[in-house]
């Protein structure tokens, strides 16, 4: 955990953002995976965290904003307990190591939220359909309105990442590095996707932390989000790894690498892979201050198109061809997203309130649309950078077969890299002052 003050100083905020009533930040409880007692391993809930780094289940913070005096609710550990898990810590230890100023049992909760009004309870949208009916029935209410004003306040401050924040991130990282080395080394013709996979999960946990999201890895890495790990790697083939640890503070890593499954690229693969890397590098060097990160993503587009043009999949204007959205066919994702205590950091909260705003507002342009993180850079953000070339056969047919971007894209020759897969690098910055900084060691690609 950071120091108590740490938490008070960051309650304080978002406390200080809502004007008026009671907030409420749920922790999250065990998850039940086939039966009540045989439970997925516990993740706390970020903003939970955030406020309070308690990572223990069963546990809600409450802030009463007119006496200004948080309160861990939770139930005491009984001798039941201590049985089975041991001793523990009690609410009051818990509480200090927040700085949180009382304790109070679920049902105190219940009762302080059933004599505020409710609309002056402030919330955050349950994405667990158990606290979601927890909060129904406290509430006695059959819709749910999550507190904007609350929404708002924690995005404002978890945007900007503290330094003790980033130095957890790099911690993650600096294993993350370890887990996509193993693969480097191991794959070989011969092996099931799993025998890596497998491997590389067990490093995530290594150092007290878990995987910060599952693991692709595979060899259909234009499948986007592709978790089937039962293919034999094949002489010839790319495998596709991204996967990423998180600390034992639950921070984020979110890296991909694409490798030969043999020692060395076909000059087809090095051609495509080149691409992605001056992608890349773009990209990275225009990350700054000020910089609206929807126009990187766009940057990164027309470096894809230009090499593709070059390459002869694609053919007229690059620009006009990445106005029109005809690159997507080959990059049809988003350059990036925040980071942090998610991998997708705050999504939980919004994807739109957290990646957009008035000033930038999210695209319906197929490849565009998916792009996360949209807004102006500012000094502190973490964010991945992430380009790829895919080839996705269906995709590619039914482009073809509607005539679609034809003045764009030379079907023809595309047909040569239908096995293709696909290819993506991804690493993660922060926004400095003057631009941005890799985060965490260099990971060989
Ligand atoms: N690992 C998920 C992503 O790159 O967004
Ligand atoms: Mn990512
Ligand atoms: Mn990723």
């Known amino acids: 955990m950071f120091s108590a003050s740490t938490y008070q100083e960051r309650r304080k905020k978002i406390a200080s953002s809502v004007e008026n009533g009671f907030v409420l930040i749920m922790g999250n409880e065990e998850s039940p995976k086939n039966y009540h007692d045989n439970v997925y391993n516990f993740r706390q809930d970020s903003n939970f965290l955030y406020c309070c780094g308690i990572d223990k289940p069963g546990l809600h913070l409450g802030i009463d904003l007119n006496s200004g005096l948080s309160t861990l609710y939770g139930a005491e550990i009984?001798?039941?307990?201590?049985?089975?898990?041991?001793?523990?810590?009690?609410?009051?230890?818990?509480?200090?190591?927040?700085?949180?100023?009382?304790v109070g049992s679920p049902k105190d909760l219940v009762k302080k939220l059933r004599e505020t009004a409710v609309d002056l309870v402030h919330f955050l949208p349950p994405y667990r359909s158990l606290n979601a009916n927890k909060l129904k029935e406290?509430?006695?209410?059959?819709?749910?309105?999550p507190s904007n004003e609350l929404i708002k306040s924690v995005i404002a401050c978890r945007s900007y990442?503290?330094?003790?924040?980033?130095?957890?991130m790099e911690k993650a990282l600096e294993l993350t590095r370890?887990?996509?080395?193993?693969?480097?080394?191991?794959?070989?013709?011969?092996?099931?996707?799993s025998e890596l996979s497998g491997v590389v999960a067990g490093l995530a946990q290594t150092?007290?932390?878990?995987?910060?999201?599952?693991?692709?890895?595979?060899?259909?890495?234009?499948?986007?989000?592709?978790?089937?790990?039962?293919?034999?790697?094949?002489?010839?083939?790319?495998?596709?790894?991204?996967?990423?640890?998180?600390?034992?503070?639950?921070?984020a890593a979110d890296?991909?690498?694409?490798?030969?499954?043999?020692?060395?690229?076909?000059?087809?693969?090095?051609?495509?892979?080149?691409?992605?890397?001056?992608?890349?590098?773009?990209?990275?060097?225009?990350?700054?201050?000020?910089?609206?990160?929807?126009?990187?993503?766009?940057?990164?587009?027309?470096?894809?198109?230009?090499?593709?043009?070059?390459?002869?999949?694609?053919?007229?204007?690059?620009?006009?061809?990445?106005?029109?959205?005809?690159?997507?066919l080959f990059f049809p994702h988003g350059l990036g997203h925040m980071i942090g205590l998610d991998v997708h950091d705050m999504e939980d909260l919004g994807e739109d309130l957290v990646g957009y705003n008035d000033e930038i507002k999210r695209s319906e342009q197929f490849g565009l649309r998916s792009l996360r993180l949209g807004r102006k850079l500012e000094t502190g953000m973490a964010l991945t950078v992430e380009p790829g070339i895919y080839?996705?056969?269906?995709?590619?047919?039914?482009?073809?077969?509607?005539?679609?971007?034809?003045?764009?894209?030379?079907?023809?020759?595309?047909?040569?890299?239908?096995?293709?897969?696909?290819i993506r690098l991804e690493d993660n910055y922060a926004i400095t002052e003057k631009g941005s900084r890799l985060l965490g060691p260099v990971i060989s690609k």
């Open 255 to 328: 890296i991909t690498r694409t490798w030969p499954v043999d020692d060395s690229l076909t000059s087809q693969q090095k051609a495509i892979y080149q691409i992605v890397g001056d992608a890349h590098t773009a990209a990275v060097n225009a990350l700054a201050p000020g910089r609206a990160y929807r126009d990187i993503h766009l940057l990164s587009s027309l470096v894809i198109a230009n090499g593709l043009t070059e390459l002869g999949l694609m053919k007229g204007d690059p620009a006009e061809a990445v106005k029109a959205g005809a690159h997507a």
């Open 138 to 145: 406290w509430l006695q209410l059959s819709e749910l309105q």
């Open 391 to 422: 080839f996705i056969p269906q995709l590619m047919d039914q482009w073809e077969t509607e005539g679609k971007h034809k003045d764009f894209i030379n079907y023809a020759d595309c047909k040569a890299f239908r096995n293709f897969s696909g």
């Open 78 to 102: 009984t001798i039941d307990h201590i049985v089975w898990m041991g001793e523990q810590p009690s609410l009051r230890e818990l509480a200090d190591q927040a700085g949180i100023d009382q």
């Open 178 to 193: 370890e887990m996509h080395h193993y693969v480097r080394d191991h794959a070989k013709p011969g092996m099931k996707e």
């Open 207 to 251: 150092q007290g932390g878990d995987l910060a999201y599952p693991v692709i890895l595979t060899v259909n890495g234009q499948i986007l989000h592709n978790h089937y790990h039962g293919n034999i790697l094949k002489s010839g083939q790319l495998i596709l790894g991204d996967f990423g640890c998180e600390s034992a503070m639950r921070y």
């Open 161 to 168: 990442k503290e330094e003790q924040e980033f130095v957890e």
